[in-house]
């Protein structure tokens, strides 16, 4: 079975500080790996995916992650927060094969300061 | 492109009473899902369907029912509503084969309560 673990359910940065939201997931396979925003009373949006090709992933807005297997880890970083980028991430992982139904984190809320 | 439409957004129901949750994708998309988010705890799948007439189920599928009867519309029904079902809930679809292939395009959501 796989699973995800976000830690953190709640991460504050000031404006132009470092964002760093972490992810790590089990896996009896080689995963796929995503990383999805949630605005307020909206539906989720694509950040950015991992599907075995690059360790280093770039997504939309400045964030990217990067895949270490030894770690099982799948963090999302970006090097300078913007207040617009207040939201709820979500950390999710399928498998490659069939339906990928996708498994989530319990997410983390990212609160920017002025 | 509408993308995929969820209604109603927002329903208070009774305890008891039963409803339908409607899901139109126009994507052509032969996948679709459907899944609860409760705070703190994500986003747990329901339901999905891998076609048309083809559905199986999630982590959390008491108390509900899917069809897909066509490859756009992939409704879910509550039947006899518990206050436990109070939630939001996501329908998702993406396509089988392309390289949007692993990725899910969302709906905007539907808050339900159950009182």
């Known amino acids: 079975a796989q699973s995800v673990t976000q830690l953190g359910s709640h991460v504050s940065v000031s404006e132009g500080a470092l964002v760093l939201l972490r992810c790590n997931y089990s896996?009896?396979?080689?995963?796929?790996l995503f990383w999805y925003v949630q605005y307020p009373n909206q539906g989720l949006q694509l950040l950015l995916k991992y599907t075995s090709a690059a360790t280093l992933v770039k997504g939309i807005n400045g964030f990217e992650a990067e895949f270490k297997k030894s770690e099982t880890s799948f963090h999302l970083t970006k090097p300078s927060a913007h207040m617009s980028d207040a939201a709820e991430y979500f950390c999710?992982?399928?498998?490659?094969?069939?339906?990928?139904?996708?498994?989530f984190g319990q997410g983390t809320r990212l609160t920017i300061n002025p | 492109n509408a993308g995929v439409t969820q209604t109603p957004k927002f329903r208070i129901l009774k305890i008891g009473q039963s409803m339908t949750l409607q899901c139109a994708q126009d994507?052509?998309?032969?996948?679709m899902y459907w899944y609860r988010q409760d705070p703190g705890m994500g986003l747990k799948l329901i339901y999905y369907?891998?076609?048309?007439?083809?559905?199986d189920k999630g982590e959390v599928p008491n108390g509900y029912n899917v069809s897909r009867s066509t490859t756009e519309d992939f409704p879910l029904r509550l039947e006899l509503a518990a206050p436990s079902q109070t939630s939001v809930y996501f329908c998702a679809s993406r396509p089988s084969v392309g390289a949007g292939a692993n990725v899910l395009t969302f709906g905007a959501g539907s808050r339900l309560t159950v009182l």
């Open positions: 896996s009896s396979v080689p995963p796929y």
């Open positions: 369907s891998v076609g048309a007439g083809i559905t």
């Open positions: 999710a992982v399928s498998d490659a094969q069939g339906a990928q139904k996708l498994v």
């Open positions: 994507m052509n998309h032969n996948y």
